[in-house]
């Protein structure tokens, strides 16, 4: 079993920054695909972001793409969001999610373990 600990999440302005942090604890993190999804109310979760188990290759959503980036400390065992640039359409709960497979797909039903989430809000 892995257990995922999100933090960060916040009240921000648009334009403004924030950073998220997951922690994993229960399995050799070095051995998980790490990602980070998203769901606003009302909508379906979606995929923002995701990082190889290396941290060597890191897939984004088009809709964050220039803004967000992925990384990850396999010292540390956390993964970090860096969200610049937020507006208000990125208000949504940000889970953090592991895939423990040798390759990931990042579709969501793929994700072995998931965290609890982190509510982002981003004002106007």
């Known amino acids: 079993q892995v257990q995922l600990v999100e933090s960060g999440g916040g009240l921000v302005q648009a334009g403004g920054s924030l950073r998220l942090s997951c922690a994993a604890s229960?399995?050799?993190?070095?051995?998980?695909?790490m990602a980070w999804f998203r769901q606003a109310p009302g909508k379906e979760r979606e995929f923002v972001v995701g990082?190889?188990?290396?941290?060597?290759?890191?897939n984004l959503a088009d809709s964050v793409k220039g803004r967000f980036t992925i990384s990850r400390d396999n010292t540390k065992n956390t993964v970090y969001l860096q969200m610049n640039g937020l507006k208000p359409e990125d208000t949504a709960n940000y889970y953090c999610?592991?895939?423990?497979?040798?390759?990931?797909?990042?579709?969501?039903?793929?994700?072995?373990?998931w965290g609890k989430g982190t509510l982002v809000t981003v004002s106007s």
């Open positions: 990082v190889s188990r290396s941290g060597g290759s890191t």
């Open positions: 229960g399995r050799t993190f070095s051995n998980l695909h």
């Open positions: 999610a592991a895939d423990s497979a040798y390759y990931t797909t990042w579709r969501g039903d793929a994700m072995d373990y």
